[in-house]
């Protein structure tokens, strides 16, 4: 057995520094990616959608219709129920799960964020199958501004 004692001539001490070379090169490839990226994916052009001619689907043999009147007040079917209690009394139809259709029909004056607010009920109550109800054919036509509806 070999014992030494005195100093060594080392050249090649231990080096206890981590080499971040190698890891700066992955982060700018990866912001370069990125950045190319990003303004790929949204979309800021402003677009004038068209109206939908698409068929009408099939209606359910037993629709669950969630309506909310002009006095934002909302049914369930024809029953009156409290927002608060919108998503217990779907619970306690006959024959409603959580995963069956639900639709969503609301008064013309009906504010947007009063929509999303019972979207946002029926969203925490487990009811995510949420479709809008809206009348079939061709918007009727507003007159101007300033205007009259007859010629």
């Known amino acids: 057995m070999a014992v030494s004692l005195g ?12 080499n971040v070379t190698p890891f700066i090169d992955v982060i700018l490839v ?3 990616i990125f950045m190319v990226a990003a303004p790929l994916s949204t979309v800021d052009l402003p ?9 009408p689907q ?11 009147k002009s006095d934002l007040s909302v049914a369930i079917g024809e029953s009156m129920v409290k927002r608060v209690d919108l998503a217990h009394q ?3 139809l ?11 029909r609301a008064d013309k004056s009906v504010p947007y964020g ?5 979207f946002e009920l029926l969203r925490t109550g487990g009811y995510l199958k949420v479709a809008l109800v809206a009348l079939e ?15």
Not at 7 to 18: L, P
Not at 94 to 101: A, W
Not at 114 to 118: A, L, Q, T, Y
């Open 58 to 68: 099939k209606k359910p043999d037993k629709p669950t219709y969630v309506t909310i």
């Open 137 to 151: 054919g061709v918007p009727e036509a507003k007159p101007p501004e300033g205007g009259s509806a007859t010629p």
């Open 94 to 104: 006959p024959d409603m799960t959580k995963d069956k259709r639900i639709f969503l």
């Open 7 to 18: 100093e060594t001539d080392d050249e090649y001490d231990e080096v206890h520094e981590i």
């Open 114 to 118: 009063e929509i999303m607010s019972v």
């Open 47 to 55: 677009v004038d959608l068209p109206s939908s001619t698409a068929n």
């Open 30 to 32: 990866l912001l370069i």
């Open 90 to 92: 779907l619970d306690q």
